[in-house]
């Protein structure tokens, strides 16, 4: 059987997406190999991988939103720059005495496994957990627009440029996962999600999500009283909006909803208020668990937490902290799988509104019916892994 290699950053929304991947893999008999931390070894483990960790650069996120403009994208793009600077000689040992037959790269952030690939001179795929890029239609030029004279930037752009030049490949191969060797690209979403999902051609393998069961994250049981539920969460990472969170709590405070809010521990309780009895706070969820029993869902607008939610036919407020989560929310929108509300524009009001109106939108209903079939079609992790063994050579 084979050996395929999996390299994602250190963060929840570009690892949980390929775990189904994983644990198929592995129960076809192919060993997997996982380059991780120790945050997320147990659940890594847990599908199955043989874990090879490694210890990260970066930094944790600060609470405000990252905004991909400014500063902010600066100071990202040169933190991801370093990792890839440090990781490689770190774990290039180990995969030299344990060659693996493929590997698979997060598109976005893992360019250290794409440079693993090609110092080994094995092919490679890499992974998006978001909307991916061309000449056509690019997150870059229709969401973040950076500023071309920022001087940041050209000094990001020099140290990746050489980078790219020492592995025979030129920038935007590093940066875009094309080039020598890339047997194509695994897109976490169907294609009539995409933008623009005309231009991209065969190579772009737009599977679905790849679902994994996650039991270690715990179970949860629906309210005996019957009431409808209300999933809140903005993720694991821009979780630091208690004012949100207490806009929330107004909104749905008096009403016949049972209210699941996910504030993380980096959230101040105190500063939220009397809790109201049809509340249940928490810090992490078993979100898959939960999502079965939601009526409505309120979240961040991560690609992730939105297929789930299709996954389940739960409607959707979209609620972005980041310039990627954006895009996502327009696309919800214009698919009418859910509505978006810029963070800018929160209020009791606007929440209340769309509190009452999304959950009773047939024609949203009908759109996640017929959005969710467009998931089974796109095959998800039996599609990945039927591309993946037909590239190994293994059936």
Known sequence: MAHIAFFPPSAAGHINPTLGMVAELTARGHRVTYATTATYADRVAEAGAEVVLFETTVAPPPDKPFKLTGVDLSRGLMANLVETRTQVPKLLPFYRENRPDLVIFDGIAGWWGRLIAREL????????????????????????????????????????????KKAG?????????????????????????????????????????????????????????????????????????????????????????????????????????????????????????????????????????????????????????????????????????????????????????LIDEVPRDQGMKDSLVSFKRELEEAGGTTAAVKIIEELVGTP
């Not at 957990?129 to 930037?153: C, E, G």
């Not at 405070?253 to 009895?277: A, K, M, Q, Y």
Request: proline letters at 7%; one cysteine or more; aromatic letters at 10%.
């Open 121 to 164: 001179d094995v092919p490679c795929m890499p992974d998006w957990t978001t909307f991916v890029s061309n000449d056509t239609w690019s997150l870059t030029d229709n969401y973040i627009k950076p500023n071309p004279l920022d001087l940041r930037l050209w000094r990001f752009a020099l140290g990746m440029q050489r980078m790219a």
């Open 169 to 353: 490949l030129t920038m935007a191969e590093l940066a875009d996962g094309t080039g020598t060797g890339v047997a194509g690209h695994l897109v976490f979403m169907p294609r009539s999600f995409q933008f623009a999902q005309e231009s991209f051609g065969e190579e772009f393998h737009f599977i679905g999500p790849c679902l994994a069961e996650r039991s270690s994250q715990g179970e949860w049981q629906p309210p005996a009283s019957g009431k409808p539920v209300c999933l809140v969460s903005l993720g694991t990472i821009y979780t630091a909006r208690p004012e949100f969170f207490v806009d929330v709590i107004k909104a749905f405070t008096g009403t016949d909803w049972h209210v699941v809010l996910v504030v993380s521990e980096r959230v101040d309780r105190s500063l939220l208020g009397e809790i109201p009895e049809n509340f249940e706070v928490h810090n992490a969820v078993p979100q898959m668990a939960i999502l079965p029993h939601t009526d409505l869902f309120i979240n961040h607008a991560g690609i992730t937490s939105v297929m789930e939610a299709v996954h389940f036919g739960v409607p959707m407020i979209a609620v972005p902290q980041m310039v990627e989560q954006s895009a996502t929310a327009d696309r919800m929108e214009a698919v009418n799988i859910g509505r978006h509300l810029p963070s800018a524009k929160v209020t009791v009001e606007a929440l209340k509104k």
